[in-house]
């Protein structure tokens, strides 16, 4: 009988279960909401992305179901060939106008939109600056690039400009940061590091995943929050987060949006969105111009949940957005209070590592606009609960 070459993946499997590391995905039943049923079980749901209850606001539903029933269900091609549709340009105008950029493009999803961005625009003579807790996507575009890679201590703008500071000034500089870090809550520095990417000549980029729809006026992310516009060269943003469909764009010059025609990797080689992805997007961005009253419940309900974990005693971190981390340090007692909070009706995902630090542990909640404050109250109180018994408060 043939040996199995891949035995080793059973013996890794075992080793996190060994170490309570082990995860079994969950399932959501229905959709994705505020209060969902996963594994049949009814729970407040704090672990989506889900920020502004999008994924099943009757516009975006009608706009996808139309979509669908006008332009099928694929694009059946990869944009540069047969599967560009009126629709995504559409798409990619709106985006454009909504960041006041020259233009933008829109890939699969905010993964390919970084990774295929930042390989794309820089080579191996090149250097990428980065924050040392930047997305995955990032890490993965800037080793792609063949770029050599300097990492710069979380939101050390002082130490991306020493860096940066002993770069050759003749070769391209990338400085990229997260708008907001997904792990943690917290926001990039991001005037800072826009004056050293002035002071340098840098390409500035940021990644705003976690900041669209949910920071600056109606949703427009990080660069506007800070009022930034037109000192940051690459603006990433994801559809499949707070806009509640699926898909990542970038936003900047039209050279940079027409090089990534060119040049952009997941966009040469990979399918485009159905028509009901786009359609749907476009619909977001309607209800993010005309429904701003979301955003605010966000906002209220972030306040308010954020502040009862921190009164009860939580380590919240340094959050400054809806996601904010419950750090209680060993992997499996993340896991351990993750799973208790499930069986008291609170879903909140424990992390650990290699998502975050080892000794980093953490359970992560988000909160939407969605969320009724009973909702709330009912986690906090399970938080409480459980947060007493496991001795983490
Ligand atoms: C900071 C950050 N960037 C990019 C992404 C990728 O976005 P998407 O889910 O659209 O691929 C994520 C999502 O996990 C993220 O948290």
């Given at each position: 009988m043939r040996a199995d070459p891949l035995r080793y993946l059973s013996v890794e499997l075992d080793s996190l279960k060994t170490q309570g590391l082990y995860r079994r995905l969950r399932v959501l039943?229905?959709?994705?909401?505020?209060h969902a049923s996963f594994d049949h079980t009814s729970v407040v749901n704090l672990s989506s992305n889900n920020y502004l209850g999008l994924t099943t606001h009757p516009k975006l539903r009608e706009a996808a179901l139309d979509a669908t029933r006008t332009l099928g269900v694929g694009s059946g091609s990869v944009r540069t060939i047969a599967g560009t549709m009126e629709i995504h340009l559409e798409l990619e105008r709106r985006l454009a106008t909504f960041k006041h950029t020259e233009a933008a493009v829109v890939f699969q999803s905010g993964f390919t939109a970084n990774a295929g961005t930042v390989s794309s625009i820089l080579g191996k003579d090149d250097f990428i600056v980065s924050?040392?807790?930047?997305h995955a996507s990032i890490i993965d575009g800037a080793r792609l690039s063949r770029a050599t890679i300097k990492v710069f201590p979380h939101r050390d703008a002082k130490a991306a400009r020493n860096i940066v500071e002993g770069l050759p000034p003749d070769r391209r500089r990338l400085l990229i940061t997260d708008?907001?870090?997904?792990?943690?809550g917290d926001l990039g520095p991001l005037p800072e590091l826009c004056d050293v990417a002035d002071e340098f000549g840098c390409i500035m980029m940021v990644d705003d995943a976690h900041a669209s729809g949910v920071f600056g006026r109606n949703g427009r992310g990080t660069v506007d929050h800070f009022n930034l516009h037109g000192r940051v060269d690459v603006q990433v943003g994801t559809l499949s987060k707070a806009v509640g469909a699926l898909g990542g764009y970038v936003a900047g010059s039209r050279a940079l949006i027409e090089f990534l025609y060119h040049r952009a990797r997941p966009f040469l080689f990979s399918t485009s969105h159905p028509p009901a992805v786009a359609a749907a997007c476009l619909a977001a961005i309607d209800v993010l111009e005309t429904e701003p009253q979301l955003i605010q419940r966000l906002w209220d309900n972030t306040r308010f949940f954020k502040g009862g974990l921190a009164e009860l005693g939580f380590n919240t971190g340094a959050s400054e957005s809806p996601i904010t981390p419950v750090i209680v340090g060993e992997g499996a007692l993340a896991m351990t209070l993750s799973d208790q909070l499930f069986a008291a009706g609170v879903f909140a995902q424990g992390i650990g590592f290699p998502t975050v630090a080892r000794d980093k542990a953490r359970v992560r909640t988000i909160v939407t606009a969605t969320h009724t404050r009973e909702e709330l109250q009912f986690a906090l109180d399970a938080f409480a609960k459980v947060g007493r018994s496991l001795g983490v408060i």
């Open positions: 039943d229905g959709e994705q909401k505020a924050d040392e807790l930047n708008g907001v870090f997904s792990m943690d």
